[in-house]
């Protein structure tokens, strides 16, 4: 009987060891999966750094990619101006951020925005041969009736996600294509822009009516022979005219824009240099300026640009768009 006795308590011992044992375990375990919460809670999370990135949007039923330079000396803890650069028809995100042709990231650097490249609509791999729903232009984009304004619309939505994005600074600018796209976002999305500005694309929109009067910069060689200074498409310039349109001319384009912000018809000049000059419209609406920059030659080219195509003569140096531009929207 006592030695039955003996073997209950030391079975009855052994089992609250075991428990006591596991329940320290239990707590331990528990203890550390706590204790590694806190610290990731107490990591911060990786900081952008400079350079390039790409990201990748859905819109319309379409993936769709843009790139970003983020400038060095970016600190996420001040809020930055953002230029969204659009590439000409035929082009792509990665032409646009060829800085040998363009400069801007050589200026993204030196001014602090981040400047973001999206790529238009492509069937092709990589997004070659890409082009921009403008209204009246171009390619299958226009054919398809691409939603690219909703598109920018996400990618500045997005930016401002990732980034430390000043809302109140964001810019567009574009080249042939890209700048007739930028006309359009001046007249569908000017509560998400401050100002756009185009070069070598006019306005060529099927309907127009800003949310507010919006700054407008354009920039265009008298000697385009792709987009014509006078209005029309030039002659054997696109393999398939059908793909573009009779473009609109530069001085109607300008004179719209007047109208839109309610601007004095009378313009200054505000620049004149050998083979370049610009005029101003003040008096506008909300202090919208609208402003005219022409060089005698160039082509259809960005002025500055210190590389073009192979076969096309050499841009303009009269004159460098990325720091007109910049220039007319910092102005503000």
């Not at 331990?28 to 400079?50: A, W």
């Not at 969204?84 to 030196?110: E, F, K, P």
């Not at 987009?227 to 384009?253: I, M, Y």
Request: with cysteine.
């Amino acid at each position: 009987m006592e030695h039955r006795l003996f073997a209950l308590l030391a079975l009855a011992l052994a089992l609250g060891l075991h428990s006591a044992s596991t329940v320290a375990q239990d707590t331990s375990l528990g203890q550390r999966i706590r204790d590694r919460l806190q610290q990731r809670q107490q990591t911060p999370p990786e900081q952008v750094k400079p350079g390039d990135e790409v990201h990748v949007l859905e819109v319309g039923g379409l993936k769709r990619q843009y790139l970003v330079h983020v400038p060095r000396g970016y600190d996420p803890n001040r809020k930055a101006p953002v230029l969204v650069a659009l590439h000409g028809g035929g082009g792509n995100m990665r032409l646009q951020a060829d800085d040998s042709r363009y400069g801007l990231i050589t200026q993204s650097d030196s001014a602090g925005f981040l400047a973001v490249f999206p790529n238009g609509y492509s069937a092709w791999p990589g997004g070659r041969l890409a082009t921009w729903n403008a209204g009246a232009c171009c390619g299958s984009a226009r054919d398809k009736g691409v939603a690219d304004v909703a598109f920018v619309r996400a990618v500045v939505a997005d930016m401002q996600r990732r980034y430390s994005v000043d809302a109140q600074r964001v810019y567009a600018t574009g080249m042939s294509n890209g700048g007739m796209l930028a006309h359009r976002l001046a007249c569908e999305a000017a509560d998400v822009f401050a100002g756009i500005a185009a070069v070598a694309g006019t306005d060529n929109t099927l309907a127009c009516t800003p949310g507010r009067a919006i700054p407008v910069l354009h920039i265009h060689a008298r000697d385009d022979d792709h987009v014509l200074f006078n209005g029309g498409a030039g002659p054997n310039a696109f393999r398939d005219d059908s793909k573009v349109t009779q473009f609109t001319s530069v001085p109607e384009t300008i004179s719209r824009w007047v109208r839109r912000n309610a601007c004095s018809p009378v313009a200054t000049r505000v620049l004149e240099r050998p083979g370049a000059m610009c005029e101003r419209y003040s008096g506008c609406q909300d202090n919208a300026t609208v402003q005219l920059c022409v060089t005698e030659n160039g082509g259809h080219s960005w002025p500055g640009a210190g590389a073009v195509r192979p076969g096309k003569d050499g841009a303009s140096q009269a004159i460098s768009a990325n720091e007109v531009m910049w220039d007319f929207f910092e102005r503000r």
